[in-house]
């Protein structure tokens, strides 16, 4: 009898185990049963104003333009948006290993890019700048000859200074942060970087030793896109939603926010 009613017990407790178990487990959108909440992580390299970063005087919250579409995309589809700062070169090796959703850091959908990952339509498209101190005289490609010029790890403008090197002879060095770039120069360690032009002009305003002049490109080369695994499911609803605020003018509500009211 005892033998029995032990038995009943330990089968009594592991229901509960089991029940317990299964009441924890999350659905692939990152949710747990029961719950509607669904999560997606966003990868992005939070060094990039007015993009994506941290405006330390305010707090520590990851804000700018793209954390702000982000959101509004993830609202529209019943996702909440987690934010996953990491340097830009490593965004899609984390997106194709699983660690992030998806990628939202003002980059541009290269050729090589699409190889490894998936890409919305373009939601914004700026030029490349030219950037150095005013009293270097660099105001043209051709006064860049001999030059060190900066760029940043994994971007687009990495692409843009060999071109460059293809017209003059310049020295190119890579940083993984666009404000260890603006420090390089201001040190003298660079003569020049290469950064997209509504970047730099927010380095412009707390550096008014810093100028700079805009490469005129093909629009597209400039481009951003939201990155995506490779048949993500992710990619089409993301896409409905973003030209649909195309369409009711929600998108160009941000670019205003973010690109056009600051003074």
């Excluded at 959703?101 to 890409?119: C, I, L, Q, S």
């Excluded at 950037?131 to 940043?152: A, F, P």
């Excluded at 995506?228 to 089409?236: D, G, I, N, V």
């Amino acid at each position: 009898m005892k033998k029995a009613i032990g038995l009943f017990l330990m089968s009594i407790l592991l229901i509960g185990l089991l029940a317990a178990c299964g009441s924890t487990e999350k659905n692939s959108s990152g949710g747990q049963n029961g719950d509607d909440k669904k999560v997606l992580t966003m990868g992005t390299s939070a060094d990039y104003p007015p993009f994506e970063y941290v405006d330390t005087a305010k707090g520590d919250d990851y804000i700018g333009f793209d954390i702000d579409l982000a959101n509004a995309i993830g609202k529209e589809l019943g996702y909440e948006i987690e934010v996953k700062d990491m340097d830009f070169a490593g965004l899609i090796e984390a997106l194709k290993g699983g660690q992030v959703n998806f990628v939202m850091a003002g980059m541009t959908p290269t050729e090589d890019r699409k190889k490894n990952v998936d890409f919305s339509d373009i939601y914004f498209t700026a030029e490349h700048m030219i950037v150095s101190k005013k009293d270097s005289g660099i105001e043209t490609i051709e006064d860049l000859q001999g030059k060190t010029v900066g760029v940043q790890l994994g971007s687009i403008q990495e692409g843009k200074a060999d071109e460059i090197s293809e017209q003059v002879d310049i020295k190119i060095e890579n940083r993984n942060r666009i404000p260890e770039l603006i420090q390089e120069i201001k040190a003298g360690r660079f003569d020049a970087a290469v950064i997209e032009d509504v970047v730099a002009q927010g380095y412009f305003k707390n550096n008014p030793d810093l100028t700079g002049f805009t490469l005129k490109d093909d629009p597209e080369e400039a481009g951003s896109a939201i990155a995506f695994p490779k048949e993500s499911e992710h990619t089409a609803e993301f896409n409905k939603v973003l030209n649909e605020m195309k369409e009711n003018g929600e998108l160009d509500k941000l670019i205003e926010k973010w690109f056009r009211s600051k003074e």
